[in-house]
């Protein structure tokens, strides 16, 4: 059998980057590691407990005594957050505004960084994020930076909401998704850039299938 392979995919906001990553995970039989949820995670439990988001130190120690949990169900990742489903909790707008600024922080990202390496480690692993071609996976065989236009980008959260019965104005979501690739793009630890390596990847015209078959032909490539 052919040895698997790390597959690092980043990118900005609402890009699309997880669902196709899930659909490139499961043709290859790899495990699939969102980490946007995780920062997700820890910045809902930091909500919850009052700290205050912009002291590096408060959000380094809140996550040193928490635990986060990925598992993989029929119905996609499952989030635990000190063994508590919050699968749904991470995804709501007061999370969304309030993940860049914990994000930011050094000793979140030093520790999010480990976790994030030994889940990987050693297995056919499909990560995405913004640092995973940069930090996290360096080595990954096959990196990929995907992205859209802010316009078509809002549109697609747009759509995804309305299933899911969340009605934010089309005008809110462009300004929430542009002002969080302002703050992940600019902060000084691990911003939102393209690894050198990584293959750029414009999602604008193409359907989710055919930036999977796009990703899936690329790590074929690498797997022969
Ligand atoms: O991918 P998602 O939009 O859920 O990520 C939420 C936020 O988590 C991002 O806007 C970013 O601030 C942070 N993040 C990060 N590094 C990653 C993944 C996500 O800083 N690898």
Redesign the pocket.
């Known amino acids: 059998m052919t040895k698997p392979i790390q597959i690092a995919i980043d990118g900005p906001?609402?890009a699309g980057?997880?669902t196709i990553a899930k659909i490139v995970a499961e043709q290859l039989g790899y495990i699939y590691i969102?980490?946007?949820?995780m920062?997700?995670a820890i910045t809902l439990k930091a909500l919850d407990e009052g700290i205050n988001m912009a002291s590096n130190e408060e959000a380094g120690a809140l996550l040193m005594e928490t635990e986060i949990d990925l598992q993989p169900s029929e119905n996609g990742q499952l989030v635990f957050l000190d063994k508590k489903d919050v699968t749904e909790d991470i995804r709501s707008q007061n999370v969304t505004k309030a993940?860049?600024e914990m994000?930011a922080h050094e000793l979140v990202r030093l520790r999010m960084v480990e976790l994030q390496q030994q889940l990987a480690d050693g297995r056919g692993v499909v990560m995405?994020?913004?640092?995973?071609g940069t930090h996290?996976l360096p080595n990954a065989a096959l990196k990929v930076f995907m992205s859209a236009s802010v316009e078509e980008r809002a549109r697609r959260r747009f759509v995804e909401n309305k299933k899911r019965n969340i009605e934010t104005p089309l005008e809110e979501l462009q300004e929430e998704i542009a002002k969080?690739d302002k703050?992940?793009s600019e902060r000084e630890v691990a911003p939102l850039k393209k690894a050198d390596d990584a293959i750029f990847i414009d999602t604008t015209p193409l359907t989710i299938r055919q930036a999977a078959d796009e990703i899936l032909r690329l790590a074929k490539e690498r797997l022969s």
């Open positions: 906001a609402a980057k997880s969102d980490t946007g949820a920062y997700r993940v860049s994000a995405d994020g913004r640092d995973i996290v969080r703050m992940d």
